[in-house]
């Protein structure tokens, strides 16, 4: 008590935040409860002083796991998280006394920061340390995909380092600047691109360096999702401009097979085809071959599009192209992707291989003449 009544006054004076132990006047508390109801006395005291929750840390209290339980602090960080305290650890106390401390300072970081732990205490020149503290910020969802996990632990960036407010479409569209590569589409129609040559001339480019860095491991996951955002967004830029037909040419049904889970290319097939004025039914990515066939009966289509990224799925293609073709002979079927070839589309029974969106249109115009 006379701790708090020498420190609030000061924090509030000079606008400071307050850390607080859970120490009272009997010592360290044995029992998570008994430390919580510690942590609820300096935040009321603090609160009586003017100074609200949001400035006041709590610091359970680390002790030697050879002396103590450690986990009465670790659901104490738990609990005091639930409630939306902030807290605090000195991490490195968890393993006084005992052989191989940094083995048990990082278990006990990853644990307390999976619990909640806001802030904690440590040696930032111990790379042990400062790696899980990056991986776990990531795994919590503290690091907005894994940004900060990655330019710090993965391979140094290749890119020449370009004034921010001079990127390019393609170069925003690589950096996953999703924003900033809507509003630059939107500059350049206005002041006299053709929306649809935005695919061509920066949106695939873009991706394609995207799907080389992601190859050579010099760009990961988190990057290759931002970059497929900031393309999405292009592309509702380019529906947003583009002239709308007033009758649609033909039908096309576009699928990503079962088990695959990429269809950002069929994405891209299909705004193309879609901006020449043909009608596209999307059915996303991992689609059944029996659901391809159900809704082909259903709707009718011209054209059937398969996409196939993973060469496991490869037999999944084949399978839906053998029941489309069994079942409603009169479809055509375009398969394309990453692990199709020209081979393997003759191979399957399909009509066509669509390498790229423009060579997609051309096999859909020779098909279907309306």
Same mark, same amino acid.
């Given at each position: 008590k006379e701790a708090l009544e020498k420190v609030l006054p000061l924090a509030k004076k000079y606008g400071a935040s307050v850390i607080g132990l859970t120490i009272t006047e009997k010592g360290i508390p044995e029992t998570v409860e008994e430390r919580i109801k510690a942590a609820y006395k300096i935040i009321e005291s603090a609160a009586s002083y003017g100074i609200p929750k949001e400035e006041v840390i709590i610091d359970p209290l680390t002790m030697p796991a050879g002396a103590?339980?450690?986990?009465?602090?670790?659901?104490?960080? *738990?609990k005091l998280s639930k409630e939306g305290i902030k807290t605090i650890l000195g991490i490195s106390n968890v393993s006084h006394g005992l052989p191989s401390r940094e083995i048990l300072n990082s278990a006990f970081l990853a644990m307390a920061i999976s619990a909640g732990l806001s802030f904690a205490i440590i040696n930032p020149l111990k790379r042990e340390l400062m790696e899980t503290l990056l991986a776990s910020d990531l795994l919590v969802g503290k690091d907005k995909r894994g940004e900060r996990f990655i330019s710090i632990v993965g391979p140094q960036r290749e890119e020449k380092e370009v $004034?921010?407010?001079?990127?390019?479409?393609?170069?925003?569209?690589? *950096?996953?600047?999703?924003?900033?590569?809507? $509003?630059?589409?939107?500059?350049?129609?206005?002041?006299?691109?053709?929306?649809?040559?935005?695919? &061509? *001339?920066? /949106?695939?480019?873009?991706? &394609?360096? /995207?799907?080389?860095?992601y190859e050579r491991k010099v760009y990961f996951l988190p990057q290759l999702i931002a970059s497929a955002e900031a393309a999405s967004s292009v592309f509702e830029v380019i529906k947003k401009f583009s002239p709308k037909s007033e009758s649609k040419k033909g039908k096309i049904i576009m699928a990503t097979v079962e088990g695959d889970l990429h269809d950002l290319g069929k994405k891209?097939?299909?705004?193309?085809?879609?901006?020449?004025?043909?009608?596209?039914?999307?059915?996303?990515k991992d689609v059944p071959a029996e659901e391809v066939l159900r809704v082909s009966k259903e709707v009718k289509p011209d054209v059937v599009g398969l996409s196939c990224l993973?060469?496991?799925?490869?037999?999944?293609?084949?399978?839906t192209v053998k029941l489309l073709k069994e079942s409603l002979p009169k479809v055509k079927v375009m398969v394309g992707g990453a692990a199709v070839?020209?081979?393997?589309? $003759?191979?399957?029974?399909?009509?066509?291989?669509? $390498?790229?969106?423009?060579?997609? /249109? &051309?096999l859909v115009r020779k098909w279907v003449k309306r």
């Open positions: 103590k339980d450690p986990m009465i602090t670790i659901e104490a960080i *738990r $004034k921010a407010d001079s990127l390019s479409l393609k170069e925003l569209i690589i *950096r996953g600047e999703t924003e900033r590569a809507a $509003k630059e589409a939107e500059n350049l129609i206005n002041s006299g691109e053709e929306p649809f040559s935005l695919i &061509e *001339r920066y /949106v695939i480019p873009g991706l &394609e360096d /995207v799907g080389d860095k891209i097939v299909g705004l193309v085809l879609e901006s020449f004025g043909y009608h596209i039914i999307d059915l996303g993973m060469t496991t799925t490869l037999g999944n293609m084949k399978k070839n020209e081979e393997f589309a $003759k191979a399957c029974g399909a009509d066509g291989y669509g $390498k790229d969106p423009f060579q997609a /249109v &051309e």
